[in-house]
């Protein structure tokens, strides 16, 4: 009889894409960004509305080191996939510390603590991860070493942030994701390691997907208790056709041409590139997101009747983050402005103090949205429609010409 093999760490090589086990472990997100929807919606103040994008942002810091450790070493092989169902155990605990995460409630364990020991538990496993899976870079087990720094003030931040209220709580959740956002550029990309295009493009696609699917699930959520009538039936329309637009946004054919991009590019510029545009372009993307998800709570909620500050704000100000986003990704990725997305983001924010003196139904505001979305689409699809059909079919590399 011959002894079972060992299990061993495995190579991701070029073409590799997206594993099974990976789909499961983002699914814990979808969670995690529904309560940072709920809880802006729930006191939809200013300094929980801040306080609650940079939680957003550091639940996309723990995603995103996953997401690199996934293009080293694949994550359906050998103990990576044990150390994904631990990581989601305490994912999970970190969603459902969400409500407490600025202020305990009574009875239990101290919410903002919790919250932050869990963090600093599942980076450091992450950390750990990689140098392991780093063995023979030694660029990539320094940069790994490296991490600790941020991860450890950020961590120091969130206990402090746990002892305060109100605005000094808000200055140092975003304190704390400052440091981590800045302390990550700063440690040169060269060393890391990015061995599959196409599983790290298609990994941030599925997240883009979570988080609009996510914003579905707000909507019915919040409506599920709301007898039905036209303006619910006209709205939950309207609501899909945001989402149907933004996902036509990313993925018509800007999701090819970086994709491309990234493949050709060569080692030490793919992990720039790969940094640059997924790891930080993104994030505006998934912020966006969320932002427009409560804007839509807050239609649902009050159809007939003007929308507040936050409501519009929410609404129109996510939808151009995410637009301005993918100005700076098209422009990182293949060096091409995209014009429409940018005036249709800058229209979106000169609507909103203009909405907010008209004071309309918000179901109006909804149209006016949906109208602006619409026509951004139409727009790019008839000015490059040669070019388009040659992205997708085959010619990513028309993209110098889009």
């Not at 983002?26 to 969670?31: G, K, N, S």
């Not at 006191?43 to 080191?65: E, H, Q």
């Not at 999970?92 to 239990?108: L, Q, R, S, W």
């Not at 239609?299 to 151009?320: M, N, R, W």
Request: charged content about 10%; glycine content about 6%; overall charge neutral.
């Amino acid at each position: 009889m011959t002894a079972a093999p060992r299990p061993r760490l495995t190579a991701v090589t070029e073409g590799a894409k997206v594993t099974p086990v990976e789909l499961l472990f983002d699914l814990v997100f979808v969670y995690g960004f529904t309560q940072v929807t709920a809880l802006m919606a729930h006191d939809p103040t200013w300094p929980v509305i801040v306080r609650s994008l940079c939680l957003l942002g550091l639940l996309w810091w723990l995603w995103t080191g996953f997401a690199w450790l996934g293009n080293v070493v694949q994550a359906d092989e050998g103990p990576v996939r044990l150390i994904l169902f631990a990581v989601m155990a305490l994912l999970f605990i970190i969603d459902v510390t969400i409500p407490e995460a600025f202020h305990d409630n009574p009875g239990g364990l101290y919410g903002p603590f919790v919250f932050a020991v869990c963090y600093l538990i599942v980076q450091l496993i992450h950390n750990g991860s990689l140098f392991v899976a780093a063995t023979g870079s030694p660029a990539a087990q320094r940069n790994t070493l490296l991490l600790l720094i941020p991860h450890l003030l950020t961590t120091a931040l969130l206990l402090w942030a746990g002892t305060q209220h109100d605005w000094p709580q808000t200055w140092l959740w975003a304190a704390a994701l400052a440091v981590t956002t800045g302390g990550i550029f700063l440690i040169r990309p060269e060393g890391w390691q990015l061995s599959a295009a196409s599983h790290f493009s298609e990994r941030h696609a599925l997240m883009i997907i979570i988080a609009l699917g996510e914003s579905i699930v707000s909507i019915g959520v919040g409506v599920s208790q709301i007898p039905v009538s036209w303006a619910i039936i006209a709205a939950s329309v309207l609501g899909i056709a945001v989402t149907a637009a933004l996902w036509w946004v990313y993925f018509d054919v800007t999701a090819i041409m970086a994709e491309h991009a990234l493949h050709h590019a060569d080692d030490n510029a793919r992990a720039r590139l790969a940094r640059d545009a997924y790891t930080y372009c993104h994030m505006p993307m998934i912020v966006g997101i969320i932002l427009m998800s409560l804007g839509l709570k807050k239609v649902f909620e009050h159809l007939s009747d003007p929308l507040t500050t936050v409501g519009i704000v929410a609404l129109f100000g996510g939808v151009a983050l995410y637009l301005l986003a993918h100005v700076a990704f098209s422009w990182r990725t293949v060096h091409l402005l995209k014009p429409f997305r940018l005036g249709a983001a800058l229209i979106m924010l000169a609507l909103i103090p203009a909405v907010l003196a008209m004071r309309l139904p918000a179901l109006v505001d909804l149209c006016i949205l949906v109208a602006v979305l619409v026509a951004l689409v139409i727009v790019e699809f008839r000015r490059h429609a040669t070019i388009r059909h040659r992205i997708r079919h085959g010619d990513p590399g028309a993209a110098l010409a889009y």
